[in-house]
Structure formats: structure tokens, C-alpha cells
């Protein structure tokens, strides 16, 4: 495979630390790396397969070398400034922020789902939310064999999946210690309420989950509605997910269709206590689906748990996922 010259921006986060993993676990074809991230953290060094890298303020003037691809992960103003300036430098952004995510010229991709559309990019692509990655994985092959006609979302979602600060109002919430990134303590509470609210009584990340599976799947009209709760988890999203079909379906067959799913681990033996649990998924790179059961209020419906580590499946894995597919385009 052709070596590239990869950059990452917002290497010190959550986010942008799991790059660096994730990238040394794929054996990621490198020539040159670059890391960016605020002036804060200029000049301090990271490891990277065995190698030191000094850290570099990201500037207007950052791309003006030959970077074929860039990793963004440092919130949503910074990918809407600096994704633009590096593309028309040249460089390939798969952004992990939402700040590009609904734009028409910007493909929004899930490897397992609409790889093709990487094709259409001019210089942007963006990373799902976290809780729709997951979502659409396990809904891919739902949709592919049965035509989902309407999706209720709920979904159980970790601290980390707010960065840092959710991660330590979690750890001092249990010390007894106030919060700062929640509004309210979420130690030992679940919080209805991730990202900013809507006019219409919605939270942006349930809007993001309803709008980015209608871009994902090509579906504008699909019927969806979510409910997004934070909950007092470290890390791993779980979510409960209703799906009302065209067809009818046999639930051997379904989980059999889920079996051979690409991305997916079926862990569904209830009667042994066998179904998905986030503390089991924190490092992985798979969705895990279970608790596979027809929903009986309707004619053809489905129920399932679905979990994921937020911040692999849900954000670093994705994005080098679609880094791997540019890699292929490129060769
Ligand atoms: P830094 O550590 O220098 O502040 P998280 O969401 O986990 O808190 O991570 C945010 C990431 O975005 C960090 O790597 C952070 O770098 C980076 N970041 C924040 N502000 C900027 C900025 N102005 N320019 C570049 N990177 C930034």
C-alpha cells in the first residue's frame, strides 16, 4: 500500500490519543507524521511507533507542506476554520467534529455502510456522531434485507464522549465534588440531556442522530426519532434501538443476517446472561449487537441492544477507517 503523509490535529484529546493507537494496531502506511494541537501543548513531545514527535501549534500555515491526509479532532470551530485552508492546500480532512457532517458536499461516512460515497469528497469527509456510527452498523443489514420503515432511538451514552472535562465530573462527581462540564452532578443520575436543546424540544445530538442516519442510509424521509441520555459510564455507548421493517422476517434468519454482518460481534444468549455490555467493549473496534427479540406491539418489529467503545467504533476507528479507504483510492 502507498505510504502517506498523515497529520493529526487535536493529538492530545480524547480522541486524538486513541488516533495514535488505533493507527499503530492497523499498521497504518506512514511516511510522514505531523501533530498538531493548541499553543498549550507546542513543543511537548509524543511517542508514536517507538518515536518521538514534537507537538505543533496548529497555524493558517500548518499545511503548507505536502500532507495528504489530515485526522481532525479538535472540536467543531477549529475543523470549521482550518478543514477548509488544508483542503485547499491539498490535503484530504476526515473530520471527527460535527461542524461538516450535514453539508451536501461533504460525504458522511460508515465504512460498513456507504463506503462508496467517499468517492464524492472535495477535500472534506466527515465522521458520524458516535451514537449514530453504532446505530447504522447494526441497522445496515437490517435495511439491506427487510427496508426500515421508522427507528426509535434511546440510547445510554459515557462521559467520555464529552472529551476530557465529561470524563473527570465523572470521576471527582464520585468523590462528592460539584461538576464542571454537566449541568447537573452525573455521578449517580442520567442526565436527559447531550448537547444543547432545540426549539423544538430536541437536544442536538438527538437531531444529529436523526439526521445523519436519514444522510447516511440516502434515505431523507425516513421516519426517526431519539431520546439521548448520558449515564454514569466511563466509557461505551449503549443504545436500545426499535425498528419497525417493510417485510417480514424470521428472527433465526435475522441473526443469522447479523452473524455475517461486516463489524458486527453478535453476544446474544440471554438465558446465560450473554448480551452487550460497555465495560466489555472499551478497546475494541467491533459493534456489538444482542437482546435480538421481535417486537410484538406491531406487525413487523425488531428490539435490540447495541454497544460500542464511543471512542474507537464511535470516532478514532471510524475516521482511520475512512483514512484506509482514501489510502486504496490513492493507490
Ligand atoms: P490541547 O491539548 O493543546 O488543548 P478533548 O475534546 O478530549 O478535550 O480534546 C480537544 C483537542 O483539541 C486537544 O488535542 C486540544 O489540544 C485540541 N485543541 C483545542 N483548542 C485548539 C486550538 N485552538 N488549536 C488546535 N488544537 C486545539
Known amino acids: 500500500m502507498k505510504k502517506v503523509n498523515l497529520a493529526i490535529v ?9 488516533f495514535l493507537e488505533v493507527l499503530e494496531k492497523r499498521d497504518f502506511p506512514i511516511e510522514n507524521f505531523y501533530v498538531f494541537a493548541s499553543a498549550r501543548s507546542a513543543g511537548k513531545t509524543i511517542t508514536f511507533r517507538g518515536k518521538e514527535y514534537v507537538i505543533e501549534e496548529l497555524t493558517e500555515q500548518s499545511f503548507d507542506r505536502p500532507i495528504d491526509i489530515a485526522l481532525f479532532s479538535a472540536g467543531g470551530s477549529i475543523s470549521q476554520k482550518f478543514a477548509p485552508i488544508a ?23 460508515v465504512p460498513e455502510v456507504n463506503p462508496e460515497d467517499i468517492k464524492k469528497h472535495k477535500g472534506i469527509i466527515a465522521n458520524p456522531n ?13 435495511h439491506e434485507y427487510y427496508t426500515i420503515k421508522r427507528i426509535i432511538y434511546t440510547t445510554y451514552q459515557a ?30 443520575n442520567c442526565l436527559p440531556h447531550i448537547d444543547s436543546f432545540l426549539d423544538n424540544g430536541y437536544t442536538k445530538e438527538e437531531m444529529k442522530m436523526v439526521e445523519e442516519t436519514r444522510k447516511i442510509f440516502h434515505a431523507p424521509d425516513l421516519k426517526i ?3 439521548t441520555v448520558r449515564v454514569p459510564v466511563f466509557n461505551g455507548h449503549s443504545e436500545a434501538i426499535n425498528v419497525e421493517v417493510e417485510k417480514p422476517f424470521e428472527l433465526e434468519e435475522l441473526k443469522g443476517i447479523f452473524k455475517k454482518a461486516p463489524g458486527i460481534i453478535v453476544q446474544d444468549d440471554p438465558q446465560n446472561d ?11 473496534d467491533e459493534v456489538f449487537v444482542g437482546r435480538i427479540r421481535r417486537d410484538e406491539s406491531v406487525e413487523n418489529g425488531i428490539n ?14 471510524n475516521t482511520i477507517q475512512i483514512a484506509e479507504l482514501l489510502v486504496q483510492e490513492m493507490a
Open 159 to 188: 462521559v467520555s464522549g464529552a472529551g476530557m472535562g465529561g470524563w473527570a465530573d465523572l470521576e471527582e462527581g464520585l468523590k462528592g465534588n460539584p461538576p464542571k462540564k454537566f449541568p447537573h452532578p452525573i455521578a449517580n
Open 274 to 284: 450473554i448480551y452487550p455490555l460497555a465495560t466489555e467493549t472499551t478497546g475494541k
Open 225 to 227: 426519532t431519539a431520546t
Open 10 to 18: 487535536g493529538a492530545t484529546g480524547m480522541v486524538g490519543r486513541t
Open 87 to 109: 483542503a485547499s492546500k491539498g490535503c484530504v480532512v476526515v473530520d471527527n467534529s460535527s461542524a461538516w457532517r450535514m453539508d451536501p458536499n461533504v460525504p458522511l461516512v
Open 130 to 142: 458516535c451514537s449514530t456510527i453504532q446505530a447504522v452498523v447494526a441497522l445496515k443489514p437490517i
Open 304 to 317: 435490540l441492544w447495541v454497544v460500542a467503545d464511543n471512542i474507537r467504533k464511535g470516532a478514532a476507528t
